[in-house]
């Protein structure tokens, strides 16, 4: 069973920074896209970043393009977030997930493994 741990959530003023990780017990974790979804109050859970299982690839929210960036570590089955610039917009849980292959890294119907998510709280 695919366990997905987040950690790094909290409170931060505007402007300042937070780094999220995803700790995952997968066997074969190179093999897995991971793609970081952040879920506002009232909302849907929107996309936010994405990276391949080799780290080749990683694509962005317009959104968080240029505060955000996306990495992995495989030895240690771990994936980060580190995120910038935060903004109150940014406001929300955020989710790691899982899937083996690319296609549709984005699209959270695609997803079948998540994590309990973890709360980022940006003041004005």
């Known amino acids: 069973q695919v366990q997905l741990v987040e950690s790094g959530g909290g409170l931060v003023q505007a402007g300042g920074s937070l780094r999220l990780s995803c700790a995952a017990s997968?066997?074969?974790?190179?093999?897995?896209?991971m793609t970081w979804f952040r879920q506002a109050p009232g909302k849907e859970r929107d996309f936010v970043a994405a990276?391949?299982?080799?780290?080749?690839?990683?694509d962005y929210a317009d959104s968080v393009k240029g505060r955000f960036t996306i990495s992995r570590d495989n030895a240690k089955n771990t994936v980060s977030l580190q995120m910038n610039n935060l903004q109150p917009e940014d406001t929300a849980v955020y989710y790691c997930?899982?899937?083996?292959?690319?296609?549709?890294?984005?699209?959270?119907?695609?997803?079948?493994?998540w994590g309990q998510g973890t709360q980022v709280t940006v003041s004005s």
């Open positions: 997968l066997r074969t974790f190179s093999k897995y896209t």
């Open positions: 990276i391949s299982g080799a780290g080749h690839y990683t």
């Open positions: 997930a899982a899937k083996v292959g690319y296609l549709n890294y984005a699209d959270r119907g695609s997803f079948g493994s």
